[in-house]
């Protein structure tokens, strides 16, 4: 499934009405044919706003070690790059707030209004990186400076992937809801690749005092723009055709949060259980990996951020492939399929980077592309899907970035930290394979959602 079709604007009919109508205003409302132009804006808004706090993610990610140098000067390499991790890690632990914050200002008062304001935040967030100063100009201020930034991101994205994905589910129609909402993992991933090019190009026409005096600053400076395109195009959306129903009815939840813990709290468990894969492998296979291949196998940095630009390239291909697999044979499958082969093949994949060349490198991430593509892009849909449209964002925001806080954004930490202990080198390898035990014990405790109307109940 190309990017050229999905973007087409094609004509589609909003999605049945919620069985519990008690009168034809909701039915009105949900069976109106949605405007072609419309449904474009939607997913090219959907898009740019992931894109934009995936590459600010990106850029921090693949500049880990300069921004060790940078910010921690005084201590050696390995506990530099845990200290810059660490702060990439601590930022995490506001975004089940933030999905708390931004689910229930999604769910009361819309998803377009919430979208547009956390574009806003997070975009300026992502600026202002660029404007700190270095430990060298104002000491120990520098790195709380930098950790007080990462905590307002973090709260500011924490409701964009959620947000986003079920805005799309919500206009697309049924039988393809699956490729729709993968424009949302599509976009992280272009947004980690124009990291990964940049950083790359970074790394080879800079020398190593401009990388470190001024050469970092510049991905950061790029938020400003990217941020404001983003926010124009999402002011001038309409809210989904479901979202209004619900306000029409008068039927929008007072407390989104409440009423999740009372009566979805099964749901929770599940969405939190399969989005444990997608955090470690996400930011194990496409953030952590060209730092992994630089210091633990010696690989050159150019080289290893070659690597994954390649791979990443593939990787936005394949999301739309899985989105279009998962609306044809379900969900349930691709994601128990995902956890499964992740468990077997991760240690073998692992074990054969160690002495590879480049090209051999190149696919084996390919490789780890294809298996993450095959959990993400399902989730997404899944998690919109598997919770009523009360509280949809509420219920996808929390659970998903809950997983993401305690095991997406230390997976680099905690990979880290484990070659350290151990000594061994396959030790990030059977992190992922335990994230993999979980997802899957938690898909086979759930029910099949592809093939049903979008709950309202």
Known sequence: MSTRRIFSGESVAAVIAPSGASDGSASDAMNETVDPKLLKRAAWASFIGNFVEWFDYASYGYLATVIAIVFFPKTDGTTGLLAAYGVFAISFIVRPVGGIVWGHFGDKVGRRTSLSLSILIMSCSTFAIALLPTYAQVGMLAPVLLL??????????SGEYAGASAFLAEYAPA???GVYTSIVPASTAAGLLFGSILIAVLHAVLDSDQLHSFGWRLPFLLAAPFGLIGRYIRVRLEDTPRFKALEQDQQVARAPIAE??????????????VTCLNAVAFYLVLSYMPTYLSTELGMDETASFIAATISLTAYVGLIFVMGTLSDRIGRKSMLIGASVLFAVLTVPLFKGLAGAGFMT???????FGALL?????????FLAEIFPTRVRYSGFAFCFNAANALFGGTAPLVATWLIGATGSKLAPAWYLVAASGVALVAMIGSRETSHSPLADE
């Open 148 to 157: 007080l930034v990462r905590v307002i991101q973090g709260f500011s994205a």
């Open 175 to 177: 039988n393809r809801r």
């Open 260 to 273: 999740l813990l009372g009566k979805h709290r099964a749901k929770m468990l599940i969405a939190f259980g």
């Open 361 to 367: 490198i190149v696919a084996i991430q390919i490789a």
């Open 373 to 381: 593509t095959m959990n993400d892009g399902t989730l997404p849909c």
